[in-house]
């Protein structure tokens, strides 16, 4: 079932397509040698091509070509052994050449589709369109002086991907869905880096509106969101906006808006009248770029292990649940933390993955997260080493201090940045499993409680819990639980 969005008249269906603009994780431009590094100082990574001096010729780097077919793959894409790169004309001040080089009717990458996970746990299937290759352009500066405005070309020719959906999506979640979705796969992938403040991952949106049923309804194109956040706010108020417009006798035009962060509104940038004849043609100076299927195949061999693969290898192998395993493989930080504390983990202890995976990660999941959640922190600003936290897992597997003791010993680690070996060395907090010295605390506990020793053993069998309880006071906590057990048992039923 599809949900609806009341109006005044009746039900409403929205229809959403996203077109996201994802850079390419290079060393170089798109069609130069020219650097792409973040935060340089402006004008400092422009070559002629960049600039669009007189004579310049674009050549194309193979790098930017091998991450866009990666990302095709892992987007299970129809990949194009034949594309065209055609200009698309326009006039702006940060677009020297005067027009984007970009792939038009031939693309590199064709049909595909990804899988989007819902609230309630289901999955959806969103199509995609294509992926194409494109030049992205300079940055006009309006705030460096009162009367004129700057221009940093670091940014032109930098190479984007522009990952086309269907429109397939009905609801701000499902937007926000596919958004997160693409995001985790180029990451996975290693193909860009996906850091939306940054602007290395931003989205146009489309959105329409129709009767249940009906053909799909005018859209607007709202420009360049770059967060989550803002797609799903984006497409909320589009979807009541165009349905109060309809409702009040209007039609919707076919636009291009901006969002406003602090209205968390849009408003119109420029209609279908003003919106630009590109006349794109083939780019004269650049051939079809063409290339083999075996070196496409070659590349499908060399992908890492992406999300959905890692998530089945975690329940198989791990035994690790499926709840945990979706949330350590959602995002490419957290799985990575987690793998390599398994392994540091195993290191420690001589243990099998297969034995450690279940409680690595359940700590992951539950006693790290909690504690970042706390702290506002995310897993890449996490204030204990993998060295520390691998420490205070063997310490609970070797049976040296019991899995309520190493919940205290990681608050304190928090706190001290200590070694859980320190700590535990001076808080005295090694789990006693001296039989010895804990059967004459039992003796000392059954002793002074005869009354209630008679009770159980007249049969009120609840009552070893209590004794139990008993021992692990007096010790606090310290007590090895199966000890305690091993020990109590005969005394009380003998
Ligand atoms: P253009 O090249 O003019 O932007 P496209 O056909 O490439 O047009 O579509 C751009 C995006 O708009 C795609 O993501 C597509 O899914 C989406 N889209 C197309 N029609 C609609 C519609 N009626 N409502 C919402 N989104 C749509
Ligand atoms: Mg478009």
Redesign the pocket.
Known sequence: MTKLFPGATGDWEA?????IHAQVISEAKLFSGAATAYGAEPNSQVSFVCSAQPGMLPVINEECVRQAIRTGLAMGCKINLRSIFDRKNYFYADLPQGYQISQYLDPIVGEGHVAIDLEDGSTKEIGV?RLHLEQDAGKSMHDQHPTMTYVDLNRSGVALMEI?????MRTPEEAAAYFKKIRSIVRYAGTCDGNMEQGSMRA?V???VRRPGEE????T?TKNVNSIRYVMQVVESEIRRQIDLIEDGGTVDQETRLFEVATGTTRPMRSKEEAHDYRYFPDPDLLPLEFTQEFVDKLAEDMPELADAKKKRFIADLHITPYNADVLTAEKENADYFETLLAATVEKTGKPVSELGKLVSNWVTSDLFGALKKLGKSIGENPVSIEHAAELLGLQVEGTISGRIARDVFEIMIETGDSPEKIVEDKGLKQMSDTGEIETMIDEILAANADKVEEYRGGKDKLFGFFVGQVMKKTQGKANPQVVNQLLRPKLDG
């Open positions: 229809v959403i397509g996203l077109e369109e086309v959906s269907k429109p397939d146009d489309n959105v329409s799909f309804g005018t859209r194109e």
